[in-house]
């Protein structure tokens, strides 16, 4: 596979390139569904090809092809720089990129059980069980379950040396329950909404997700939650389970941090950010129990990689320091502009769309305590869990969320459940209002497989790792 | 640039797959696309890409059991390894009492003219020429974002039935935000199947315009407001009641706002809403994608829902007939209606805004999602361009604001109808035709700070 990037490479230059990268793309995909103990869809995908991206005069082209053999490779790469060049038509100051070092390496997620391996009559058992627990509950409307796997093999090569290969596994397994009564409907997640626990690792994840032992008690909350009260209008302590904080940090902080939103370069399709160019080191973005990082080096994650695809390296950087604001989410071309070296960003949904800064792993540094002791130490409030719903404005301040449950906080207990819990909020504002984080003991890394940008649209997968944190005088329950 | 595969190459790959030993039934979906993208943002050309993909989807029954495999390899030996991965899937599947069968032969309706060569052949040159002609629309202190795509697919379908249909067709697509000046921006796009009825001068202009009327939006309280809302901000309530209620499986399960609804009122009499695939005025295919011929459905008519859309599947489930909607396998949400319409009334945007007494008029919503299904409520923000109309004037723009809104409930406080109407595209595959409204009462929950 390295051989054909590395045609690609050489078909580009020799068409007038002044800079070339190629990648060799090979994605596979399993996905196994089953709802009331009936199969719902099995199926397998392959997907394969070559994308050339090539810098001529100053301007980016990019062509990507499904066949790769040596006459599709030439005629893809001339096309790749027929579109550079045609991007002339307008002035705009020539791309220059940040230095970094070519490597010829291999890298490779360390799976201990390759998903792909493991029988299907196993898999299917699995969620069968899975949904014939959840079935057992009385009232229950619907038990689904879900596995998916996925491999990526990419090979990377560039006119300045670099020659990467790269595999990439990830395994992620759920079930959702849906109780359904009176014209409502409400649902319940495990380990989390949106099929599941997402990890870059092999089978292994799926043995330590409690898919079946789980599956009674998700369905009862659900059947429970069609009886329960709605969440009420008012402004309050509100105690966020971890698997809503990573959705908060992903919409009001990770994107907002992306330089190419930043410069402007997203502006008509995702929006541009609140955050400018000089704030770095200035912007007061949360409180002082607030640090949050990109840390692409951590296992597990599902943003977690050796080299991003321009061929950086996997790096820590901190992007919050204590609520101060202190680095961006950048690429080799938008890095130069604020005096930086890539942050190691660039990712491309497949081989056919161009890497564009994405989020790769964005975490909240742990505090301290349990989630048992944050509730403790709360005389009154909400707390909600597990994502159903968010959105967030073109500059990413107003922000609104909304959770499958929650609970009242009363004298440190959790009391009432209700139903339709959400809030709303601006972002340095909410953030600021932070005053607890959660310790090791219940951070967790998980993974949003669907986060789009981009024009043609892309979808990424992103790792968000955080612990339950509170925040302060926060308006729930908008109607 | 490549050309259309046809229906005969397709055929000859499809059969490759269709005789597999120890199959009751094989069912090959093909997809070959390919086109330009045109990006742009600070009024320069940042971002341009071209690709070309095929695709084969098939999906085996063997003993009742169901198997789907996908690849992008298009070839003989491609079908034929993608086939045995299906069959293999299927015999470890729990057989699936609900599957209907294969759709049987049936004639395919025409969609002429659904397919322009030169659309399909569009050079990055040509792209970058009408993107010059947008930025040539902005004035000193603004710029544009946006982009230029002209994208070209060819769709088959072919089972073991004997059913064999076949489509290709092309789309051009304009879209831009033009922002600077004092705060405030523009929106404006346009969609259609030929890239002569698109035209890049006339949305920069109509950005623009906003744009520059935009400037310096004033802080603006959130609560109840007449609204009179363009196209593009119909699209997403049409779009997002379409994904909340309009699938039979989910009105039959009990999941839609829908359910137990047919025959009753649930919006303005004013209101119609359908799909049409094979209207002249929409984009689509003339089959779904398990190869049932497609017809115009009506979903809402005169306020009354009249019924949702159904794959084989759902409909064997709720006991009906396929609507022709079946999105590709594995679907386990049912069918979808991609070529939605909603019916044109006669008043002019001018007539809605001299109509209000306070409201604001709204160009487009960002970031729309769900808060409630069953109640069709849905939260998002505006975008590029709100103003305040205070007694039938437009008074000025202001920041944007979040609603937190039923749809049923907006579409059953309509006062007035456009009678033009806008192709508004939601992704490929799918695109609807709105007019604009005039809301009676629409709820803004918060504000934001631009």
């Keep these: 596979m390295l051989d054909l990037a590395h045609q690609a490479v050489e078909a580009a230059s020799k068409a007038g390139a002044d800079y070339a990268d190629a990648r060799f793309v090979s994605e596979e995909t399993e996905s196994l569904s089953v709802k009331n103990q009936e199969m719902e869809g099995i199926d397998r995908s392959l997907s394969q090809g070559v994308g050339i991206r090539v810098l001529a005069g100053g301007y980016w082209g990019f062509a990507a092809t499904a066949r790769a053999t040596p006459e599709d490779l030439d005629r893809t790469a001339e096309l790749a720089v027929g579109i550079a060049r045609a991007a002339a038509r307008l002035p705009m100051e020539p791309v220059t990129l940040a230095a970094v070092e070519p490597v010829k390496a291999e890298w490779g997620t360390a799976v201990q059980e390759d998903p792909f391996a493991v029988s299907l009559e196993e898999k299917v058992a699995l969620l069968m069980e899975a949904s014939r627990r959840m079935q057992q509950v009385k009232g229950l409307s619907f038990g689904e379950a879900s596995l998916d796997f996925y491999r990526r093999r990419t090979s990377f090569a560039s006119t300045e040396g670099a020659a990467i290969d790269q595999t990439v596994v990830h395994s992620s397994g759920g079930i959702e329950a849906t109780a359904i009564s009176d014209g409502e409907m409400q ?113 597990g994650g599902v943003g977690t990689f050796g080299f991003d695809d321009e061929g950086v390296p996997a790096q820590r950087v901190t992007l919050i320091e204590n609520g101060v604001f202190r680095n961006f989410i950048s690429s080799r071309e938008t890095a130069p502009v604020v005096g930086l070296t890539s942050a190691g960003a660039m990712r491309a949904d497949g081989w056919q769309n161009l890497p564009l800064i994405r989020m790769t792993n964005i975490n909240l540094e742990p505090g301290e305590g349990t989630l048992a002791e944050i509730i403790g130490d709360t005389q009154d409030g909400i707390f909600m869990t597990t994502n159903t719903s968010w959105s967030i404005d073109d500059k990413r301040v107003n922000f609104q969320f909304g959770c499958e449950a929650a609970w009242r906080i009363k004298d440190g207990k959790l009391t009432e459940m209700y139903k339709n819990p959400n809030y709303n909020g601006i972002t340095t504002e909410f953030w600021g209002s932070c005053d607890a984080v959660g310790g090791s003991e219940e951070w967790v890394l998980w993974g949003t497989p669907n986060c789009g940008k981009g024009q043609p649209g892309q979808v990424a997968r992103v790792g968000h790792g955080a612990a339950p944190a509170r925040f302060r005088n926060v308006r729930v329950g908008v109607r | 640039m490549p050309g259309l595969i046809g229906p005969d190459e397709v055929r000859a790959v499809a059969e490759a797959a269709l005789d597999l030993p120890g199959a009751d039934g094989v069912e090959v979906l093909f997809f070959h696309e390919w086109g330009g993208l045109t990006r742009f943002a600070r009024s320069s ?232 695939a094979l209207s002249a005025l929409s984009l689509g295919l003339p089959f779904d994608f398990e190869g049932t011929p497609k017809r115009r459905f009506d979903l809402i008519e005169k306020g009354v829902f009249r019924g949702g859309v159904y794959d084989r599947r759902s409909a064997k489930m709720a006991g009906r007939e396929s609507t022709g909607h079946a999105l590709p396998p594995p679907n386990p949400d049912g069918a979808f209606p991609l070529n939605l319409f909603l019916g044109t009334g006669d008043a002019t945007l001018e007539d809605m805004v001299a109509a209000t007494t306070h409201g604001l008029l709204v160009t487009k919503f960002h970031y729309s999602n769900v808060v409630h299904p069953i109640e069709t409520t849905i939260t998002g923000m505006t975008r ?54 005039k809301v009676s009462s629409f709820n803004f929950t918060s504000v934001s700070d631009h």
Aim: proline share 5%; charged share 25%; glycine share 10%.
């Design chain 1, 187 to 299: 649902k319940r997640s495990f380990p989390n909404s949106f099929r599941g626990h997402l990890r870059a690792a092999g089978y292994e994840h799926i043995r330590t997700l409690g898919l079946t032992e789980e599956a009674e008690r998700v369905a009862a909350e659900a059947v429970d939650l069609v009886a329960a009260k709605d969440c009420p209008s008012e402004v309050t302590t509100l105690v966020l389970d971890s698997n809503q904080v990573i959705l908060q940090m992903h919409e009001s902080v990770g994107h907002p941090l992306e330089l190419d939103r930043v410069l402007k370069m997203e502006e008509a399709y995702a929006g541009t950010s609140f955050v400018g160019l000089g704030d770095r080191g200035k912007l007061r973005y949360g409180s002082d129990k607030v640090t949050i990082v990109m840390d692409t080096t951590i296992a």
């Design chain 2, 45 to 276: 050309i940042h971002q341009s890409t071209w690709r070309e993909d095929t695709g084969i989807r098939i999906r085996v029954i063997a003993g009742g059991r169901v198997g789907v495999a996908s690849s992008n390899d298009f070839s003989k030996e491609g079908a034929r390894r993608v086939v045995a991965s299906a069959l293999e899937l299927a015999e470890v599947a729990a057989p699936d009492p609900q599957f209907p069968g294969l759709a049987p032969r049936s004639d395919t309706p025409d969609k002429p003219g659904a397919f322009h060569e030169a659309t399909a052949e569009t050079n990055p040159e040509r792209r970058a020429e009408g993107v010059a002609g947008l930025v040539g629309q902005v004035e000193d202190g603004f710029h544009a974002a946006g982009a230029f795509e002209t994208t070209a697919v060819e769709v088959a379908l072919a089972n073991t039935e004997g059913q064999f249909c076949y489509a290709p067709y092309s789309q051009a697509t304009v879209s831009t935000v033009i922002s600077g000046g004092q705060g405030g921006s523009g929106a404006a796009d346009a969609t259609a199947g030929r890239i002569d009825e698109v035209d890049p001068e006339e949305v920069g202009r109509r950005a623009f315009l906003k744009a520059r009327d935009g400037q310096s939006p004033r802080d603006i309280k959130p609560g109840h407001y007449e609204v009179v809302l363009e196209p593009m901000a119909v699209d997403t309530l049409v779009a997002f009641l379409a994904y909340m209620g309009f699938s039979g499986r989910a009105i039959h399960e009990g999941r839609s706002p829908f359910t137990g609804k047919e025959g009753q009122q649930v919006a303005a009499p004013s209101i119609d809403i359908y799909d049409d």
């Design chain 2, 384 to 437: 590029d361009g709100t103003w305040l109309i205070e007694n039938g004037q437009v008074a000025h723009p202001v920041k944007n604001l979040r609603f937190t809104q039923s749809i049923l409930e907006a579409l059953s406080n309509v006062e007035m109808i456009g009678r033009e109407s806008a192709l508004v595209s939601e992704f490929f595959f799918s695109a609807s035709r709105v007019p604009a409204l």
